[in-house]
């Protein structure tokens, strides 16, 4: 079994929450499933192995002042004390990598804090991944009577398995820039690794599932893995290759239904109430109760269940209710009983009382979107005789998406771990020390490079026509691997050769492209995702030197490796996908 070094650590970065675990390498031999994982308190009291996925950071936007809980206390008593307008106050950043294909990211990208002030998102990302670093270090140096560095330790950060490779090249850097070595950080793909780790659990340890083990099933068994976090929902299908091995068999798809959707749908709600002129000076004015306005929904969306029948009470501002009578001049109550929302929601003191019908659809929105995409994947001749479906994630903890995925897939038995939301945390852990769990995967795109061919007059357009040595050329896209191609992890594919097509040429540039096509002509079709760029030595007279490209995808990068057939000297470079 291959390993990383005597100790690993798991940054599990979470749109919502995060933490960080870590496991020796002797511990992991004795039970891969045993981890040190952060306790996070606030107020004292122990609350959870993960924390809020907050930065409170100062004017300078280079120094944080609290993390996770901590800052949420601390902004809000600066905001009660009306100084909090000097700080920069940041969480559920994450989704600003949630890109499509084609949609631009870059290093240069800024991003928002709660209040509207701008900061270089690559400088946020890097000072959260910072910290995490160096609370996990504190925490391993103190059991330790020789103390250890960093660099001593392998790191694995997970990312969502939809996202593009730009997002998870920007995450490396981030790492990188929090002063991590990139040949000791693996980027893991959240389901890959809570699908490793459950590979490794008995039926006593999941709260659903009846006798289903996940452990126990023998080769060729296939299952689904829906990571519901609080940005997205994370979708992939698993058949398992041996005791420590599973495959991908259908490439990762989901989209941003996660638990903030439900947030969404809420502040809306707020909106519609209110008006957003009144919502938008009551979060600036108001910064502090805004903030407990939020904390008791958290707590209040985690709890609710669809056998509750009951009003949902939350604790309410008369700030809120003064704030809309100093615009609008009228009284919040009467524009509440005025209004679609009359029977569902009604005020009492500095508390608000809403339908359990009204809080429930709140859900319906996220839940909606995900059974949507469940049942649209069982359609397919790969996952339609799947009998497990396997949750993972925050969002998973839900009663409400429980209830809902359970009630839509009769056909199939749905098993939900305890501790589902830290079960990511510890499959990095899992995967840190073996990366050799993940045999194959299903590409999501095709891949190539750009390329000439003979230009063919009458099909070929104009504007693509190079007239080079050779005559007339036309640029077109040379495919190296196909969306939906099954690819073995860390073995190249599909070498090609191209040849140069100047007079000394000392240099070859390949632009390499994806495209949700599978055979496109053009690269016009398809979308620009990095460049590679070769030197070459001792430049020829004549055009037509072969460099040879074959691309690998190792763990969860992209490498390209490159061949000069004259020298024989070869370059081995992730792509650079953020230009």
């Not at 390993?3 to 004795?30: E, Q």
């Not at 909090?84 to 106050?89: A, Q, S």
């Not at 004015?285 to 009003?311: H, M, Q, Y």
Request: glycine share 8%.
């Amino acid at each position: 079994m291959a390993t990383r070094g005597l100790l690993v650590g798991a940054i599990d970065f979470g749109t919502t929450y995060s933490g960080w675990a870590f496991s020796f390498l002797n511990d992991f031999h004795l039970d891969p499933t045993k981890a040190s994982v952060k306790q996070w308190y606030s107020s004292g009291i122990l609350v959870t192995e993960k924390a809020p996925t907050c930065l409170l950071i100062k004017s300078d936007g280079k120094t944080l002042e609290e993390f996770g809980y901590d800052a949420e206390n601390k902004y809000r008593e600066l905001a009660d004390n009306e100084m909090h307008e000097e700080y920069y106050y940041f969480r559920r950043f994450k989704m600003a990598l949630n890109k499509k294909l084609g949609e631009k990211l870059d290093r240069g990208m800024t991003i928002e804090d709660e209040m509207g002030k701008s900061m270089i998102a690559l400088n946020v990302f890097a000072i959260a991944i910072e910290y995490l670093v160096g609370d996990m270090m504190k925490s391993v140096n103190d059991t330790l009577k020789t103390p250890l560095k960093k660099d001593d330790v392998h790191w694995v950060l997970t990312v969502p398995a939809i996202w593009t490779d730009a997002a998870k090249q920007f995450m490396r850097e981030a790492a990188v820039q929090a002063d991590l070595l990139t040949n000791k950080l693996t980027i893991a793909l959240a389901p890959e690794v809570a699908s490793i780790f459950c590979r490794h659990l008995s039926v006593d340890t999941a709260i659903s599932g009846g006798n289903i083990s996940i452990a126990k099933m023998p080769v060729g068994t296939r299952y689904m893995v829906l990571d519901a976090g609080g940005g997205t929902v994370d979708i992939t299908v698993h058949e398992i290759v041996n005791e420590n091995s599973v495959k991908e068999i259908q490439s990762a798809s989901g989209g941003g239904w996660g638990g903030i959707l439900v947030d969404m749908v809420f502040e809306n709600l707020l909106i519609d109430l209110a008006g957003p002129e009144v919502y938008k000076t009551f979060k600036r004015d108001e910064t502090d109760d805004w903030l407990d306005i939020w904390c008791d929904f958290e707590v209040k969306k985690r709890s609710v269940g669809p056998e509750n029948n009951a009003r949902v009470n939350m604790r309410f501002p008369l700030s809120f209710s003064k704030t809309f009578e100093e615009i609008t001049k009228g009284n919040l109550m009467d524009a509440i009983k005025a209004s679609k929302y009359a029977k569902d929601i009604e005020f009492c003191g500095d508390k608000i009382k809403i339908s359990a019908s009204l809080f429930k659809s709140l859900f319906e929105h996220s839940i909606g979107k995900t059974i949507n995409h469940v049942t649209s994947l069982l359609r397919d001749a790969n996952v339609r005789k799947i009998k497990t479906i396997l949750m993972v994630g925050g969002y998973s903890e839900s009663p409400m998406l429980q209830h809902a995925i359970k009630q839509a897939f009769t056909g199939q038995d749905v098993v939900i771990p305890i501790g589902a939301s830290s079960i990511i945390l510890r499959g990095a852990l899992v995967y840190g020390h073996s990366p050799v769990s993940i045999r194959e995967r299903v590409l999501k795109y095709t891949y190539g490079v750009d390329s000439h061919k003979s230009f063919k007059e009458g099909t070929d357009p104009e504007h693509l026509k190079v007239i080079g040595a050779n005559g007339a050329r036309c640029r077109v896209f040379s495919k190296h691997v196909e969306k939906g191609q099954i690819v073995k992890c860390n073995e190249p594919q599909v070498e090609k050769s191209y040849k140069t097509r100047n007079k000394f040429q000392s240099a070859v540039d390949f632009d390499i492209f994806a495209t949700e096509q599978c055979n496109p002509r053009y690269t016009t079709e398809c979308t620009l995702i990095g460049k590679l760029e070769i030197d070459l030595p001792e430049p020829e007279e004549q055009p037509g030197r072969r460099i040879k490209v074959s691309m690998t995808f190792s763990g969860t990068e992209i490498i390209v490796k490159a061949v000069d057939e004259k020298t024989g000297k070869n370059w081995s470079v992730f792509i650079n996908f953020l230009g």
